[in-house]
Nanobody
Framework: QVQLVESGGGLVQAGGSLRLSCTASGPTFSSYVVGWFRQAPGKEREFVAGIRWSDGSTYYADSVKVRFTISRHNAKNTVYLQMNSLKPEDTAVYYC?????????????????WGQGTQVTVSS
């Protein structure tokens, strides 16, 4: 059983940066893909970025390309989401999710394990 814990959310002004972390307990991420999703009030959950642990391949939503970077730290079994040039529309609860798969997908239903979420608020 994989348990995911996110951290790093907070309040930041527009144009600022935050780094989110997602640390797994239980099995290592070595056979997994890990994704970041977000959900703003009144909106559907949306894919933000994903990484395939085995080869480091990444995939981003168009809305965050260039501004966000997903990366991994093998020894810490942790995935990071570096968020730069934040905008008020990035405000949401951000969730980390993992799937025991090699298929790097933006489809949330394909992910088996989810963290509890961390709030990111960007003020204008």
């Amino acid at each position: 059983q994989v348990q995911l814990v996110e951290s790093g959310g907070g309040l930041v002004q527009a144009g600022g940066s935050l780094r989110l972390s997602c640390t797994a307990s239980g099995p290592t991420f070595s056979s997994y893909v890990v994704g970041w999703f977000r959900q703003a009030p009144g909106k559907e959950r949306e894919f933000v970025a994903g990484i395939r642990w085995s080869d480091g391949s990444t995939y981003y939503a168009d809305s965050v390309k260039v501004r966000f970077t997903i990366s991994r730290h093998n020894a810490k079994n942790t995935v990071y989401l570096q968020m730069n040039s934040l905008k008020p529309e990035d405000t949401a609860v951000y969730y980390c999710a993992a799937a025991r798969s090699s298929w790097l997908t933006p489809q949330g239903d394909s992910y088996e394990y989810w963290g509890q979420g961390t709030q990111v608020t960007v003020s204008s």
